[in-house]
Nanobody
Framework: VQLQASGGGLVQAGGSLRLSCAAS????????MGWFRQAPGKEREFVGD????????YYTDSVKGRFTISRDNALNTVYLQMNSLKPEDTAVYYC??????????WGQGTLVTVSS
C-alpha cells in the first residue's frame, strides 16, 4: 500500500489543522492506521492510532483531548484533526499502516509548524 500524507502548514498557536493520509494500491480497511511525528532534533514519536473498523482510537498523553483520528474506508483515507495546537506540536507528521504487529508502510510526511 502507498500512503500520501497532506494538509500540513503554518498555523498560530491555538489554531487547528486537519491532516489527511490517502492510500492507494490496497484497501485501507485491511490495516490499523497510525500517526507519528518527528520534531527537529528529536526521535520519531507515536501520536495515535485507529483500528481497521474505526471503532477504537488511542492517543499519546500529550495530544489527548486535542487531536482526533478518524477514517473513511470508502475513501481510503485516514485523518488527523489537530485542535488547540501548541508550538511543541511542530514536527513532520507521518501516517503508517499496520497489517499485523508492526507498522510496515509509511507515508512521506507532512510538515506542521505552529508559531507562538
Amino acid at each position: 500500500v502507498q500512503l500520501q500524507a497532506s494538509g500540513g502548514g503554518l498555523v498560530q498557536a491555538g489554531g487547528s489543522l486537519r491532516l489527511s493520509c490517502a492510500a492507494s494500491g490496497r484497501t485501507l480497511s485491511n490495516y490499523d492506521m497510525g500517526w507519528f511525528r518527528q520534531a527537529p532534533g528529536k526521535e520519531r514519536e507515536f501520536v495515535g492510532d485507529i483500528t481497521r473498523s474505526g471503532r477504537k482510537t488511542y492517543y499519546t498523553d500529550s495530544v489527548k483531548g486535542r487531536f482526533t483520528i478518524s477514517r473513511d474506508n470508502a475513501l481510503n483515507t485516514v485523518y488527523l484533526q489537530m485542535n488547540s495546537l501548541k508550538p511543541e506540536d511542530t514536527a513532520v507528521y507521518y501516517c503508517a499502516a499496520r497489517p499485523g504487529v508492526r507498522y510496515e508502510y509509511w507515508g512521506q510526511g507532512t510538515l506542521v509548524t505552529v508559531s507562538s
